[in-house]
């Protein structure tokens, strides 16, 4: 007599019968237009118009960005809106343009998630911590979205690390690609005329963050029709981004008072 294998689980016949297949749910995800991400770029291309405009009318002086980019002694003469303001101008078209697409790439599906406000922070805690770092750590005067740009690549990657369970199989070989991305970048960043310290700062900015203040995601909801909504509100992310520039700041005030 011969063995019969059953094309389903024996525990899953019952009384002679085949259950009905699993049934599927509407999953419902945040629906936000990205309108920081836009805002950024759109108060980016300004800047860098304005850049190209006083070049030109001033014989190649660049008055924003000498108002604004980091500049180590002019922080110490007390401009400290140059830990968030060097975001705002870039040195060349190619500069720019690799930043901004870097955030159209990454800022709507964070901003989703986010919401707009706590997308706001996150950026500002990746251009501050970036900035202080480079201020900390290196005498050369710098520009550019990049610090925050690492901000925005490390939380992406502790928003799916967080949230795994969403993203089933997925989840390993997109944290694996987003930590190539930033191996990639740092090792580009030992080049000539690159400030790889605002990216290591914007790294660790990104990261406390979304750690503590990014969200996490339950599902709610009546079956069939469920919604992914964040357990974490913007208190917490208020007091997150307090604490960094508390810290940061700290750091960087020692340094200019000694």
Do not use: C
Request: avoid cysteine; hydrophobic fraction near 50%.
């Amino acid at each position: 007599m011969s063995e019969y294998q059953s094309p389903l689980p024996v525990d899953r016949i019952e009384n002679g019968k085949t259950p009905p297949p699993p049934q599927q749910a509407v999953l419902q995800l945040p629906i936000r237009k990205p309108a920081v991400t836009y805002g950024i770029i759109v108060l980016t291309v300004i800047m860098y118009l304005l850049q190209l405009a006083s070049k030109s009318l001033y014989g190649g002086a660049d008055f924003p960005a000498a108002l604004g980019a980091k500049v180590n002694q002019f922080i110490e003469a007390g401009e400290v809106w140059r830990f968030i303001t060097p975001v705002l101008f870039h040195g060349s078209l190619l500069h720019i343009a690799l930043n901004m697409y870097a955030l159209f790439a990454l800022g709507p599906n964070l901003e989703r998630f986010y919401g707009h406000f706590r997308f706001l922070l996150l950026y500002i805690a990746g251009a501050f911590t970036g900035n202080v770092f480079s201020y900390l750590m290196s005498e050369k005067s710098s520009l550019g979205a990049s610090t925050a740009i690492f901000g925005l690549i490390l939380a992406q990657a502790v928003f799916v690390y967080q949230n795994r369970q969403y993203f089933g199989s997925r989840a390993k070989s997109m944290l694996l690609n987003m930590g190539m991305i930033v191996i990639f970048n740092l090792v580009l960043g030992l080049s000539p005329g690159i400030d790889n310290w605002g990216h290591l700062g914007g790294l660790l900015g990104g990261l406390v963050f979304a750690w503590f203040a990014g969200p996490v995601l339950e599902v709610s909801g009546v079956f069939p029709t469920l919604a992914l909504k964040d357990r974490r509100s913007n208190t917490p992310a208020l007091v997150t981004l307090a604490v960094i520039i508390l810290a940061a700041g700290s750091a960087a005030v020692i340094k200019i008072l000694n």
